[in-house]
Nanobody, 126 residues
Framework: QLQASGGGLVQTGGSLRLSCTAPGRTVSNLGMGWFRQAPGKEREFVACIRGSGGRTYYADSVKGRFTLSKDNAKNSVYLQMNSLKPEDTAVYYC?????????????????????WGQGTLVTVSS
């Protein structure tokens, strides 16, 4: 129900911007998250923006390099990824949190999100 795009192949130190749209829904009314899953690993939290208040949170591994933003006019959410590293290689998923919104302690866990996109592959070469 969500559509993620923008993945691709990039060299170490490069940048990519992922996009996520929510057809039929209004992102201004949603909390949104980005997760990623590398081969052989569990899905992990990357970043999120709360549905109530709009504050953003980041995993320690991406803090200072990734920026999540929401464009209500375009009904889209973005993940700007800079200074990419080979360990950032993964399929990236966007997810939506609908009211009642997740509490702070639940934001990092995929199980709390209600809708998911199909994923977009990011490959960072060394």
């Amino acid at each position: 129900q969500l559509q993620a795009s923008g993945g691709g192949l990039v060299q170490t130190g490069g940048s990519l911007r992922l996009s996520c749209t929510a057809p039929g829904r209004t992102v201004s009314n949603l909390g949104m998250g980005w997760f990623r899953q590398a081969p052989g690993k569990e899905r992990e939290f990357v970043a999120c923006i709360r549905g109530s208040g709009g504050r953003t949170y980041y995993a320690d591994s991406v803090k200072g390099r990734f920026t999540l933003s929401k464009d209500n006019a375009k009904n889209s959410v973005y993940l700007q990824m800079n200074s990419l590293k080979p360990e950032d290689t993964a399929v990236y998923y966007c997810a939506a949190d609908t009211p009642p919104f997740l509490i702070l302690s639940e934001l990092c866990y995929a199980r709390g999100y209600d809708y998911w996109g199909q994923g977009t592959l990011v490959t960072v070469s060394s």
